[in-house]
């Protein structure tokens, strides 16, 4: 059977995954069962991701799991930023952890409400992934054109009561 380009393409991609890292996908076991199956590779680790997540959906639901995509990759790449020389990112990283509290209070406050939102905990999700992603870093635009204005005049005002 022959698959449509694009999903040879995306087969190749994956496979290129699996292989630039190799300990954490478990490339050579999953050699070993292409080779006993003569299945690519890429159907069991594509199998097991799904696995994986229907099995966080069933322990926690859509809450856990709109709670670890905005959690992990962001956490990763922070302790990634730590180590790096370039300010840039340790930037992105401050204010996206800075939104991500801010919502998370009014999450909180919030929570009665939460319920009537159809398909909340996916639009949740949509929205963190929003914020961190390299192509839109929607924290910056989140920060300078929302929290950074309404915060700002109350911030000099804490600091002379401090000092």
């Given at each position: ?120 905990f996916f639009l949740k999700i949509a ?37």
């Open positions: 059977m022959t698959l449509p380009p694009a999903i040879e393409k995306a087969i190749d991609k994956t496979d290129a995954f699996l292989a630039k890292y190799p300990n954490l996908t478990q490339y050579e076991k999953l050699k070993e069962i292409e080779e006993k199956t003569g299945q690519p590779k890429v159907y069991f680790f594509i199998a097991f991701c799904l696995l994986l997540c229907g099995f966080v959906f069933l322990i926690g639901g859509a809450k856990l799991a709109s709670d670890l995509v905005s959690f992990i990759y962001p956490a990763y790449m922070s302790f990634k930023a730590i180590d790096t020389a370039n300010p840039t990112d340790d930037k992105q990283w401050l204010t996206y952890w800075v939104v991500f509290g801010f919502t998370s209070i009014i999450e909180s406050c919030a929570s009665f409400i939460i319920g009537w939102i159809p398909f909340y929205f963190f992934v929003w914020l961190y992603h390299p192509n839109f870093l929607g924290a910056g635009i989140i920060y300078t054109q929302a929290l950074r204005p309404i915060l700002l005049p109350y911030l000099g005002k804490v600091e002379k009561k401090t000092s």
